[in-house]
């Protein structure tokens, strides 16, 4: 991607430039993020599903939002609903003050506020996938923890590694008649772990291009392959002189993938965010 590319893409609304504060603050992939956004409410920060609890621009349900915020909402200035949710013996979340529940489940259509939880999710997300798989995971392995919970992506994931041929329905019996759709094509034919794992690939790519206004973005990692990160760490010589300006950021920055950034990466954040008039 250009750097005009990019610029032109960070300075296209709202949204966009929520999702791309959260993926520098957090180092998340920006690409994946934005994908998930089209992919889950179209980049509509008021979204709301007709089925269940889930809204925002991620459709958070209430109990994984208040466990996210409760989690996580300290690190973003969100100490007071971080500490406003307790958790009962049943693992369950909750409020005492209705009015206070009500004003952090509202936080869900707050771009900025949505995105750093949703950033923050596939953050934890990836340290236990990475941790039970024994390798780096990628945009659609988050994706496949966003579907099936991280337990469910743990035996998918280990079953397109061992046989990726398998029937998903019949590895998922629950989840397939809930969305029949992901699980079987045209017939009825019962899809294998490889091609839903292709479909949700080709899924949130083209989610990202879409919401990119066209512009093609780095593909979403595979296993095996590094992640992309537009905004990745910048290595640095000892000895090279400091770079100065945005355009030499973006020039000299290593295409590889962190989930944390760096020293290096704080910079380029700055200048960009700078650059976004944020």
Do not use: C
């Amino acid at each position: 991607m250009t750097v005009a590319t990019l610029q032109s893409l960070l300075s296209t609304g709202g949204v966009q430039s929520a999702i791309q504060r959260a993926s520098l603050k957090t180092g998340v992939d920006f690409s994946y993020l934005l994908g998930q956004a089209q992919v889950e409410s179209s980049l509509r920060p008021d979204a709301k599903a007709s089925t269940s609890s889930a809204s925002g621009l991620y459709q958070f349900v209430e109990q994984s939002w208040l466990g996210a915020v409760k989690k996580h909402g300290a690190e973003h200035g969100l100490g007071w609903a971080a500490d406003s949710i307790s958790q009962g013996a049943n693992g369950r979340y909750y409020v005492s003050d209705t009015a206070t529940r009500d004003y952090i489940l509202k936080l869900r259509n707050n771009a900025d506020v949505s995105s750093l939880m949703a950033a923050e999710y596939a953050s934890d997300n990836k340290a236990e996938l990475q941790t039970a798989l024994g390798r780096d995971v990628g945009g659609v392995d988050l994706y496949m923890a966003h579907f099936l919970g991280v337990g469910g992506a743990k035996k998918f994931l280990t079953a397109l590694s061992s046989d990726p041929g398998a029937s998903a329905a019949q590895l998922f019996p629950a989840a397939a008649a809930s969305n029949r759709g992901v699980f079987f094509g045209e017939g009825g034919r019962a899809r294998s772990v490889s091609e839903i794992y292709d479909r949700f690939a080709a899924k949130l790519q083209k989610g990202a291009e879409v919401a990119a206004g066209g512009n093609a973005l780095p593909a979403i990692a595979a296993p095996g392959k590094i992640d992309p990160l537009q905004l990745a760490v910048i290595e640095q010589d000892a000895d090279r002189p400091e770079v100065a300006t945005l355009d030499q950021l973006l020039a000299s920055a290593d295409k590889s993938s962190l989930m944390r950034p760096s020293p290096a990466n704080a910079q380029l954040a700055y200048m960009l965010l700078a650059s976004m008039g944020a």
